[in-house]
Nanobody
């Protein structure tokens, strides 16, 4: 079992910045990647950014060049730096940890943190 604790959400003005963090605890042996997803009202959940155990990151096209994901392996923590935020980035951002074990995959989720982008 893996537990994820997020922090850093909150109201931000358009063009502003925010930093989200997510700390994992529990059995991390089979975790292959961690990342951030978001879900805006009325939309499906979508990947924002993820980073695997080798440090390779991937991003949604809509955030490339503005968002940066990083990880601190010693602290089992990932960060998401959100810059130049746009109103369409308003969503609930959720931390994800993906594990594989004996050929099966499983997702763990944080409780989510709200990021409203508004003036």
């Amino acid at each position: 079992q893996v537990r994820l604790a997020e922090s850093g959400g909150g109201l931000v003005q358009p063009g502003g910045s925010l930093n989200l963090s997510c700390t994992a605890s529990g059995d991390m042996r089979y975790i292959k990647s961690m990342g951030w997803y978001r879900q805006a009202l009325g939309n499906q959940r979508e990947l924002v950014a993820s980073v695997n155990n080798r440090g390779s990151a991937r991003y949604a096209d809509s955030v490339k060049g503005r968002f940066t994901i990083s990880r601190d392996n010693a602290e089992n923590t990932i960060y998401l730096q959100l810059n130049n935020l746009k109103p369409e980035a308003t969503a609930v951002y959720s931390c994800n940890a993906y594990m594989t074990c004996v050929g099966e995959g499983h997702d763990f989720w944080g409780q989510g943190t709200q990021v409203p982008v508004s003036s």
